[in-house]
């Protein structure tokens, strides 16, 4: 029998609903891999204790953050980079890949978690970023991100190392890769947005050729909570979100989790 490469994001497990979705996840071959790009929950006990779980289930599991996972408030311990090193630390426990190991191969394809963040460059060219920020406040836009990241590190100079750091390894690849990201890797899918002030949030310019520069098969991403594939430059970008429960009755019937490569 054949294994499959599932992917999925952005479960939201502190919802009930979500929670029995991802409770209720199995392999359908114990060869079977699951993708998880973000978003799994905001305390670090519940990310962990939900990839465990996944990680029992299928026989590998590849994460890489989201926003929500770098959320913290002020009298929390771990907030910013600390906080991302010590998810990373906790996840290699419990033999959870992460963005900071080396890429596993899937069949022939390498599949590299990045964790490339945003630096309010998706914005309007007419606009600088604070401009942009100060029209998104207006259009009441703005993401919790400044409220639970921002005050705790530099996030667009965090981006740049970033995405420095994942070019340097990701040249060293030979072979077809799948990037997986939380964020997409060009704006195009972010235009679809009801309030496209949100972009800012929502990646950076600096990944655009990414997909080209390393030999993609194709990108998966989730943060935007709108499950489709978008084609961009001949390239897929595949939003796997799960979501939140009162948007799930809004998108469209779909395969999830989504089945994103077959090996024999
Ligand atoms: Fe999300």
């Given at each position: 029998m054949s294994s499959t490469l599932w992917s999925v994001s952005d479960l939201h497990v502190s919802f009930p609903a979500n929670r029995g979705k991802v409770e209720a996840l199995q392999p359908k071959d114990p060869g079977d891999w699951l993708i998880v790009a973000g978003d799994v929950a905001e305390r670090i006990d519940e990310i962990v204790d939900t990839l465990a779980h996944l990680r029992r289930r299928y026989s590998r599991v590849i994460w890489t953050p989201g926003n929500h996972e770098l959320f913290a408030r002020r009298s929390e311990r771990f907030k910013g980079r600390e906080r991302y090193r010590l998810l990373v630390d906790l996840l290699r426990e419990v033999q959870v890949d992460t963005p900071e190991d080396?890429?596993?191969?899937?069949?022939?394809?390498?599949?590299?978690?990045?964790?490339?963040?945003?630096?309010?460059?998706?914005?309007?060219?007419?606009l600088s970023a604070s401009q942009a920020l100060e029209a998104a406040r207006q259009?009441?836009?703005?993401?919790?991100?400044?409220?639970?990241?921002?005050?705790?590190?530099?996030?667009p100079a965090w981006c740049e190392e970033r995405v420095a750091y994942s070019r340097q390894r990701l040249?060293?690849?030979?072979?077809?890769?799948?990037l997986v990201n939380h964020w997409p890797l060009v704006v195009e899918p972010t235009l679809r947005m009801a309030k496209p002030e949100m972009a800012l949030w929502c990646g950076t310019t600096a990944t655009r050729s990414f997909t080209r520069d390393f030999n993609a098969i194709g990108a998966v991403h989730g943060h935007l909570h709108m499950p489709e594939e978008m084609k961009v430059a001949g390239y897929s970008?595949?939003?796997?979100?799960?979501?939140?429960?009162?948007?799930q009755q809004r998108m469209p019937p779909r395969a999830w989790p989504y089945p994103t490569l077959r090996r024999p």
């Open positions: 080396e890429y596993p191969r899937f069949g022939e394809v390498t599949i590299a978690p990045l964790f490339t963040l945003y630096d309010y460059s998706f914005r309007p060219a007419h259009a009441r836009a703005t993401l919790d991100d400044e409220l639970y990241i921002a005050p705790h590190v530099n996030i040249a060293t690849v030979t072979g077809p890769t799948l970008h595949l939003d796997v979100s799960l979501g939140y429960p009162f948007e």
